[in-house]
């Protein structure tokens, strides 16, 4: 396996891969994108020209497919993803306070954005 598809598995499972990182795009509507990464410790950064977010996966003991991140925006917006684990992939939906919403990318098909 490589560091990659581990760190997108540790993200959630939360095994201890703080150096491994994976490629994040949040994709939402009229070309909104935001492009970071995600680290093995569940941690994740992903921004553009005008905007800045951030979450950390909280510690949760189960082998759960879902997971809900609690997100915060530079711009004072706070929110959620909505994480879906399975087969060694996550995607999700990230949802902030005022209604934005935006499909949430992990691994390499974060790259075609």
Request: net charge neutral; glycine share 12%; hydrophobic share 45%.
């Amino acid at each position: 396996m490589t560091c990659r598809f581990l760190s997108v598995l540790a993200a959630f499972a939360f095994v201890p891969l703080a150096a491994c990182a994976a490629p994040v795009a949040v994709v939402g509507t009229n070309g909104f994108v935001l492009k970071g990464t995600v680290t093995g410790n569940g941690n994740f950064t992903v921004s553009n020209a005008k905007l800045s977010c951030t979450g950390t996966a909280p510690f949760i003991a189960t082998d759960a497919p879902e997971r809900t991140i609690p997100v915060t925006c530079s711009d004072g917006r706070k929110g959620a993803v909505i994480a879906h684990i399975g087969d060694g992939a996550m995607s999700g939906r990230l949802r902030l306070d005022d209604g934005t919403e935006a499909d949430f990318i992990v691994g390499d098909a974060a790259k075609n954005f």
